[in-house]
């Protein structure tokens, strides 16, 4: 299985950006997708998740600015990321927990990392 994201890049404080990620390989499913961010000198955090229900969970920092979509049919998971602040800065990294096709149990995947940049 490999995750593949896109989007990101250098935006000033107040901006907006999209990002997206695309599963692709063995897959039965995918519970949940979601985002997560890693600023330089930190622990790796939570952005935001969503099942294939749709239920969605947001960190603190971001509810209200950030929203995360899927497509189930695509297997793609997108964060919309409006009101961008200077903190926000760090890479994003998709994650997914993925049953593989004739699987019982699930395996977490990560995608590469993609740097986003707010000035100020």
């Known amino acids: 299985v490999q995750l593949v994201e896109s989007g990101g890049g250098l935006v000033q404080a107040g901006g907006s950006l999209r990002l997206s990620c695309a599963a692709s390989g063995s897959i039965f499913s995918i519970d949940p997708m979601g985002w997560y961010r890693q600023a330089p000198g930190k622990q790796r955090e939570l952005v935001a998740t969503?099942?294939?229900?749709?239920?969605?969970n947001y960190a603190d920092s971001v509810k209200g600015r950030f929203t995360i979509s899927r497509d189930n049919a695509k297997n793609t998971v997108s964060l919309q990321m409006n009101s961008l602040k200077p903190e926000d800065t760090a890479v994003y990294y998709c994650?997914?927990?993925?049953?593989?096709?004739?699987?019982?149990?699930?395996?977490?995947?990560w995608g590469q990392g993609t740097q986003v940049t707010v000035s100020s």
């Open positions: 969503i099942t294939s229900g749709g239920i969605s």
């Open positions: 994650n997914a927990m993925v049953r593989n096709a004739g699987e019982m149990w699930k395996v977490e995947y």
